[in-house]
């Protein structure tokens, strides 16, 4: 089942531009190279310029730690450690029930996954 990770960064002001595009080089080098991550999206806060954002989607729980574990993840925090004033906050960690865009809307989850909601 697809596993989601939402995570936090904040990170000094100085750093912003620099450690945005070290998040665009991660999320790229992501897609490219771990074949069980399947989705990446970065944000930036409205009301925070110094909070920043990523939905991670990976084909299971297990490509998450893989890539936890993988070359990527180790190279980004490397070079990125110093520019983080707090992070990585894991804010949401889960598998993906439903979701849609302007063009389609999916529901993924088994009933096992939402057997409990009616409790």
């Known amino acids: 089942m697809e596993y989601v ?3 936090e960064f904040l990170v000094f002001p100085a750093y912003r531009k620099e450690f945005y595009d070290l998040l665009v080089w991660e999320a790229k080098a992501m897609i490219e190279k771990e074949k069980g991550t399947l989705h990446v999206t970065t944000m930036l806060d409205g009301g925070d310029p110094n909070r920043f954002v990523n939905i991670e989607i990976y084909a299971s729980k297990d490509d998450f730690a893989k890539h936890n574990k993988g070359k990527i993840c180790q190279e980004f925090f490397q070079k990125g450690d110093a520019m983080i004033s707090r992070g990585a906050v894991i804010l949401f960690e889960g598998p993906r029930l439903a979701s849609g865009n302007a063009f389609a809307f999916e ?3 088994p009933k ?8």
């Open 5 to 7: 990770v939402i995570v």
């Open 112 to 119: 096992k996954e939402i057997a409990d909601f009616d409790r």
């Open 107 to 109: 529901a993924v989850a």
